[in-house]
């Protein structure tokens, strides 16, 4: 069984900043999609970015465009989600997965990680 392993998570101030990590227990795949997506109490899970792991090519969810950065590091097997300008509304858990599907969808991911809490205190 493959585990996504994650950190990073925490508490800060509005405008502050964090770096959240997904490690695989597996080396990708050729076509391999990570992603990470959020949820907030009483929200559905929200698509907040991907990366192609050979390409790096990437895509935002529109909330966080121009304020996070997705990364992948092959040589660590790992993937980032750098964090700026945080604001109180991206307080959630957040999640990474990896599939084999460009997808905003949550359902097209079949690995997951156990979620880490971020939250910005206004």
């Known amino acids: 069984q493959v585990v996504l392993a994650e950190s990073g998570g925490g508490s800060v101030q509005d405008g502050g900043s964090l770096r959240l990590s997904c490690r695989p227990s597996t080396r990708p795949y050729t076509n391999a999609v990570m992603v990470w997506f959020r949820q907030a109490p009483g929200k559905q899970r929200e698509f907040v970015a991907l990366i192609r792991w050979v390409s790096g090519s990437s895509l935002y969810g529109d909330s966080v465009k121009g304020r996070f950065i997705i990364s992948r590091d092959n040589p660590k097997n790992t993937m980032y989600l750098q964090m700026n300008s945080l604001k109180p509304e991206d307080t959630a858990v957040y999640f990474c997965?990896?599939?084999?599907?460009?997808?905003?969808?949550?359902?097209?991911?079949?690995?997951w990680g156990q979620g880490t809490q971020v939250t910005v205190a206004s």
């Open positions: 997965a990896r599939g084999s599907q460009y997808s905003t969808n949550h359902q097209q991911y079949n690995e």
